[in-house]
């Protein structure tokens, strides 16, 4: 395609953008401006069909850069996505197509939700790592279902965000070759130039990384082009290195950092016009030739879908199309679920284990791993081999890219991941998990170790705030299983909720409570695991604390006090039920005591007093000393019942 016509593209997409930002008097020109050029080159490139966002085979397309949304929401209406003008005129608006971030199941055509810094970038990576493992899985030498390239758009922030580091590591380590990220290296955050916090020199620091490296104009159309072909022959991950302009063709404001967070004004947006031979006084303005070019995306789309059909159909391994609708369609039915004695001590985090292996060996596209602690969370799949070629991912002490990695992954489809840390980590995932919870990805985050119960490591290894803080994020799911045939039965109900799930699990054994066949109503969140005649009190708890409820019920009994007891492995569950079930479960006519050995601020919803860790961390000693010391033993159970029932 000639200069001029990818100018006069590249012009439509800034002018759009300035548009949009100055309609709604807020967003972000800079970004969009200088990446138009690159936009309207990688057109060229992507295989994609914008009547079918969906396609598994598509190319990815990712802008770690989430605020670049007026160049995000430009190129989705002009490809042909379910975008209109109209969407784009309400950009920013409640309740529009055309949100202030790109949000992924909100906006067709966005592939994940983006914003936060960095997040973007491990997303890339995880779907480069979901695609080469399908490709494993479903390719042969002759028929390729799995055969496309995911790309990732960037900026300075992205790099200088600690995630970008441990994802581009693992990238780099596992020689991804179809990941093309295109860096927009303009020298400018909202605070002035970079260099005033920042003189990497990023060339040097992703070949360390084992990636290859390019250097371009990002505004000289040939070199982008050139790049771009050059980066998928390549043998590893790839960084297009762009230098560029922020709010490139801006009268007044190119190369500003004022250009990055507020809408240039009217006069401006009329010069730029003018300068580029627009009509200045017209809004939304797209010309018929390059509506034209861009909707090229549609046929030649639905060309490479339909070719890719025709592939799969006609694929001569039969057991390759099997596998593929076995991946589109996970049956959960066709695990086989372990069992465990009454009686029988075993930890929550080793019950897991055998749980997470029976999920694997049903399910092609249960896959995950862990953050270099496979041996302590008990995650290893056994017999099903190692990434690329296996369900066993290790990424490393690389907690917070572990979490968005996996993000990627389920957003990517066909795969369902899971990771794991110890639960006092999670703090390093939170951004991920925000995100999974925002997006509904099917995403399961692992969590060991999971109170004062982790002992003699201290308090910087016993988790207090955690549980509260997760149980407080907007859909998403917290099970902490009272033992571990309560963890299957929590298993059975996540797997099937298609939302983002956390699984806290004890280091130290537990008892095993009750046969499976005796459980129920684990699916509303919580239920009475023991209830007495005529009953006064109500002792409620979750994981290892129900143990304890259990114990101190009985002993009340002994002085002719008669307690319920309630077992609560997922609290979110239990408050999406109606008032007459949590009555059932709470009965009104008792007190309720519940016993959590964290903060527990969480349980006042339902309780009249809390015996939890307040405003206190751990200790280092044996964990069964530290839950006597804290006063998680049945004495001071007892008494506080005493005392609350007066």
């Not at 076995?326 to 049956?331: A, F, G």
């Not at 983002?500 to 109503?521: E, H, I, M, N, Y």
Request: with cysteine; net charge negative; hydrophobic share 40%.
């Amino acid at each position: 395609m000639d200069k001029a016509m990818y100018k006069k593209m590249a012009d439509t997409i800034r002018f759009l953008a300035l548009d949009m930002i100055q309609k709604a008097n807020s967003g972000h020109p800079g970004a969009p401006l200088g990446l138009a050029d690159i936009a309207v080159v990688l057109s060229d490139h992507l295989k994609h069909n914008p009547k079918d966002p969906k396609w598994i085979n598509r190319d990815r397309l990712v802008f770690s850069g989430g605020h670049a949304t007026g160049l995000i929401y430009s190129l989705l209406y002009l490809w042909g996505y379910d975008i209109t003008l109209e969407d784009l005129k309400e950009f920013r608006q409640y309740g529009s197509k055309t949100p202030g971030h790109p949000e992924y199941g909100h906006t067709p055509g966005v592939e994940i939700t983006t914003g936060p810094l960095g997040q973007g970038v491990a997303n890339a990576v995880g779907m480069a790592m979901a695609s080469k493992y399908l490709a494993h899985l479903l390719n042969t030498e002759t028929t390729k279902i799995i055969d496309h390239y995911v790309y990732c758009l960037c900026g300075d922030g992205d790099l200088e965000e600690g995630i970008s580091y441990e994802a581009c590591a693992l990238a780099g380590r596992f020689e991804l070759d179809n990941l093309v990220m295109i860096y927009d290296s303009n020298h400018i955050t909202i605070e002035g130039d970079t260099a005033i916090a920042w003189n990497e020199d990023i060339k040097r620091r992703f070949e360390a990384q084992n990636w290859r490296v390019i250097e371009i104009d990002g505004h000289d159309y040939q070199q982008i082009d050139a790049a771009l072909t050059w980066a998928k022959k390549q043998d590893r991950p790839v960084l297009i290195i762009a230098q560029t302009t922020i709010a490139k063709g801006s009268c007044k404001y190119e190369g500003d950092p004022h250009s990055h967070g507020a809408p240039l004004g009217e006069n401006d947006i009329r010069c730029a016009k003018q300068k580029a031979g627009f009509p200045p006084d017209e809004h939304f303005y797209v010309p018929e030739d390059v509506l034209v070019r861009f909707r090229c995306a549609l046929e030649k789309g639905e060309l490479a879908q339909r070719e890719w059909k025709k592939t799969v159909i006609e694929s001569p391994y039969k057991e390759q199309t099997e596998l593929l609708e076995k991946l589109q369609n996970p049956d959960f039915d066709q695990i086989e679920w372990p069992t465990f004695e009454p009686g029988e001590m075993i930890a929550t985090r080793d019950s897991n284990g055998k749980i997470l292996n029976a999920i694997a060996k049903a399910l092609p596209g249960f896959v995950g791993g862990s953050a270099d602690l496979a041996p302590s969370n008990k995650t290893y799949l056994q017999g099903m081999g190692d990434f690329p070629n296996g369900k066993n991912f290790h990424f490393g002490i690389r907690e917070h890219a572990m979490g968005a990695i996996t993000n990627g992954m389920a957003a990517y489809g066909l795969l369902i991941p899971f990771n794991a840390t110890f639960f006092v980590f999670s703090d390093y995932q939170k951004a991920a998990v925000r995100i999974a919870a925002l997006s509904s990805l099917k995403n399961y985050f692992i969590w060991t170790h999971d109170s004062i119960g982790v002992g003699e490591d201290g308090p910087t290894h016993q988790p207090i705030e955690q549980l509260t803080t997760f149980r407080a994020l907007p859909n998403f799911y917290t099970f902490r299983p009272a033992d571990a045939t309560e963890n299957v039965e929590c298993w059975k109900v996540a797997l099937r909720l298609n939302k983002p799930a956390g699984f806290v699990l004890s280091r130290q054994k537990l008892k095993t409570l009750k046969p499976q066949k005796d459980f129920g109503d684990v699916d509303r969140g919580g239920y009475v695991i023991k209830r007495r005649e005529n009953a006064v009190a109500t002792l409620a708890a979750s994981g290892s604390e129900v143990m304890l409820a259990l114990q101190a019920g009985c002993a009340l009994e002994e002085r002719g006090i008669n307690a319920n007891i309630v077992s609560m492995p997922c609290m979110e569950l239990f408050l999406e039920q109606d008032k007459e079930y949590q009555q059932q479960v709470f009965d009104p006519a008792t007190k309720v005591l519940a016993i959590e050995a964290a903060s527990g601020i969480e349980w006042y919803r339902f309780a009249d007093a809390v015996l939890s860790m307040e405003n206190r961390f751990g200790a280092s000693g044996p964990g069964n000393v530290l839950f006597k010391e804290f006063g998680f033993s049945v004495e001071n159970v007892v008494e506080k019942v005493e005392k609350l029932l007066g």
